[in-house]
């Protein structure tokens, strides 16, 4: 059982160099569903092998082992590992709540600034225009979407460059991006080796949101210099926003930029292999996740007096 749940633990620490091929070997889309999917998956996974070492070290205890009914001893492969891993366990769920928590609040905190921002200033259609100097423009999600832009960030580019940038936003709207990396920020907060990976996903989705912009405008240069002035611009500071409201200056800009000035290419075969291995990671952490605690789970009935060993 400890074997099994070890392994959900150290599976994590080989998807920043997996996610990475796969943004750059399948088409930004695809890429995004699959590097979010098992960033979540493996995070879960990660948890409840936390989760099921916490129970199997205070079912050692008398008094816990009293109530789970417990009529003989709690026993496992390595007893003599039991109550290290449990302390451990207890200390990772106790920083992940914690950093969880906090960023929650950071998070909730500049989402109602950013909506009450949003609030204040003209708004035609979706578009709301912030009147202040620094150069910024996100989508923010909510009831309805919007897409806040400053002014500062308008006077920046001129009127095709814009169209490129409303566009850009709205495909975020559009692609419930928010969503992706809501999740990408609660699994960087379930492992350490996530934190990585919601970097790519961060920049998996401004490049669906520029392949989209690019389609919408018909002009994959003018939104490639779009997004470098826009970034530019940006770099004198804009508003506050959460985290998962993307903007079109997020991410490493110089790699967006190239990849839209290069000529798009076709889909190769060892994007598909990468995508697997990725998949295979997360198929092989729930096997063990699931399996670690089926094993739990018979241990303590046979404690129990409810089952044979």
């Known amino acids: 059982m400890i074997a099994l749940l070890i392994l959900p633990l150290l599976v994590p620490f080989a998807l920043p160099a997996l996610a990475r091929r796969t ?16 960033a979540v998956a493996l995070a879960g996974c990660a948890l409840a092998a ?11 205890l008398p008094f816990f082992a009293a109530l789970g009914d417990l009529i003989q001893p709690l026993h496992t492969a390595s007893d003599n590992c039991v109550l290290p891993l449990a302390a451990v366990s207890v200390g990772g769920l106790a920083i992940c709540a914690w950093t969880c928590a906090r960023s929650a609040r950071r998070q909730i905190r500049a989402f109602r600034a950013a909506r009450t921002a949003a609030g204040r200033g003209p708004a035609a259609g979706d578009l709301c225009v912030v009147d202040t100097p620094g150069a ?20 920046s580019l001129d009127g095709a460059e814009r169209e490129a940038l409303f566009a850009h936003e709205r495909a975020h709207n559009a692609g419930g991006h928010h969503y992706f990396l809501a999740a990408a920020e609660l699994a960087a907060h379930c492992h350490p080796a996530l934190r990585r990976v919601r970097d790519v996903i961060r920049l998996a989705a401004e ?4 392949e989209a912009a690019a389609s919408a405008v018909g002009d994959r240069r003018l939104t490639a210099r779009a997004i470098a002035r826009a970034a530019l611009a940006g770099r004198d500071g804009g508003i506050e926003r959460p985290a998962f409201a993307p903007g079109v200056a997020s991410g490493p800009v110089p790699q967006r930029v190239e990849a839209l000035l290069a000529a798009p290419r076709g889909r190769r075969r060892a994007g598909a292999w990468v995508a697997l291995l990725l998949a295979a990671c997360a198929a092989v952490s729930c096997a063990a996740s699931a399996t670690g605690m089926a094993d ?14």
């Open 296 to 309: 739990f789970h018979h241990r303590v009935e046979v404690a129990q007096g409810e089952a044979e060993r």
């Open 136 to 155: 910024d423009a996100y989508a923010l999600p909510g009831r309805p979407h919007r897409i806040v832009v400053t002014t500062g960030m308008l006077r």
């Open 50 to 60: 936390l989760g099921a070492f916490v129970l199997t070290g205070l079912l050692r």
């Open 23 to 38: 943004l750059d070997r399948l088409a930004p889309a695809v890429a995004l569903w699959t590097i979010t999917g098992s």
């Open 207 to 210: 490049r669906v949101a520029d």
